[in-house]
C-alpha cells in the first residue's frame, strides 16, 4: 500500500469518527437522569403495577422503581397542607402529593422514546395501560439547561426533567414537564389498551375479596367528605393544583 493511500484511509478514518462523535453531540441528554411521577384526585386513587422507559434506537427498557401505589400521597388532608383549598376532584401537581419513579441500578440520563405505566382505577377497577411518546422537542427541551443564581451568587444549571401524569378513572391521562419553577403541559392521552386485569394478573373480583382497597372503600373518602363521588362529576374532575403557573409546550 503507497504511503498516499494509507495518508487517505486515515484521513477517512478520521472524519468518520468525528461525524459519528457529531451525531453524538446532537442526541438529546439531559444533565440529570429524568423521573416520572404519577397524581390522581383524592377520590378516585389508582394502583400502579408496571412501569418503564424504552429506547428503540439504543435498543433497552428502564424499568421505574417506586411508581405503586398512590393512595397515601393522594389522601385528602395530606395534599391540603400543600393546597389548602384543593377540593379532592383535581389534579395536585407537587412532588409531595405525587407517587416518584426512579430509575432502577445506575443512572441513566439518555431519554427514553416512549413511557408505559399499566395501572388500576381503584373507584371502578378498571385496568388501563398510558403510552407516552416524547416528540423531538421535549427531548430537546430536557436536554437545554436553565440558568439560575444561586444562594452565594454564582450562577448554575437546572434541567426539566420529571414527567407528571395524571390520571383519571376513564382511563385518561394528562402529561406535564417539571422543572426550574416550570410546568409545561404536554399532551392528553386516551389509554393505549385497557385490560381484564392487572399487569400481576389479578383481576377485578380478587381486588374487592383481597386486602387491596377496594371500590367501596376509595369511595369512604368522598363520603366522609361529605361529597358525592358517583356518579364521576366530570365537569369537577382535572383542575390543576400547582404552585407553578402551567405553560404550553407550543409557548417554549
Not at 391521562?173 to 386485569?197: F, H, N, S, T
Request: aromatic residues 10%; proline residues 7%; neutral net charge.
Amino acid at each position: 500500500m503507497s504511503a498516499l493511500t494509507k495518508y487517505k484511509n486515515i484521513i477517512a478514518t478520521v472524519l468518520s469518527l468525528l461525524l459519528i462523535s457529531g451525531c453524538e453531540e446532537l442526541e438529546p441528554i439531559p444533565g440529570q437522569p429524568w423521573r416520572v411521577s404519577v397524581v390522581t384526585p383524592s377520590f378516585y386513587p389508582i394502583k400502579i403495577t408496571q412501569a418503564y422507559g424504552v429506547n428503540e434506537e439504543q435498543d433497552w427498557t428502564m424499568p421505574l422503581h417506586g411508581l405503586a401505589q398512590t393512595m397515601r400521597e393522594s389522601e385528602l388532608e395530606s395534599v391540603r397542607t400543600v393546597f389548602p383549598d384543593y377540593d379532592g376532584f383535581g389534579f395536585p401537581i407537587s412532588r409531595l402529593t405525587s407517587a416518584r419513579g426512579r430509575q432502577l441500578g445506575s443512572a441513566n440520563k439518555h431519554l427514553p422514546d416512549s413511557i408505559y405505566i399499566y395501572w388500576t382505577s381503584l373507584i371502578n377497577m378498571r385496568f388501563f395501560v398510558t403510552k407516552y411518546d416524547l416528540p423531538q422537542k421535549v427531548k430537546e427541551i430536557m436536554s437545554k439547561g436553565v440558568s439560575f443564581e444561586r444562594y452565594d451568587g454564582s450562577l448554575g444549571s437546572c434541567f426539566r426533567t420529571e414527567f407528571f401524569f395524571g390520571m383519571l378513572p376513564n382511563g385518561k391521562a394528562k402529561v406535564w414537564l417539571m422543572g426550574c419553577d416550570q410546568l409545561i403541559y404536554l399532551a392528553e392521552l386516551d389509554p393505549a389498551r385497557e385490560k381484564d386485569r392487572d399487569q400481576n394478573g389479578t383481576t377485578a373480583d380478587e381486588y374487592r375479596q383481597g386486602p387491596t382497597p377496594t371500590p367501596q372503600r376509595v369511595q369512604q373518602r368522598g363520603i366522609e367528605a361529605g361529597v358525592s363521588t358517583i356518579p364521576i362529576p366530570w365537569e369537577k374532575v382535572g383542575k390543576v393544583y400547582s404552585r407553578d403557573a402551567v405553560e404550553l409546550l407550543s409557548e417554549q
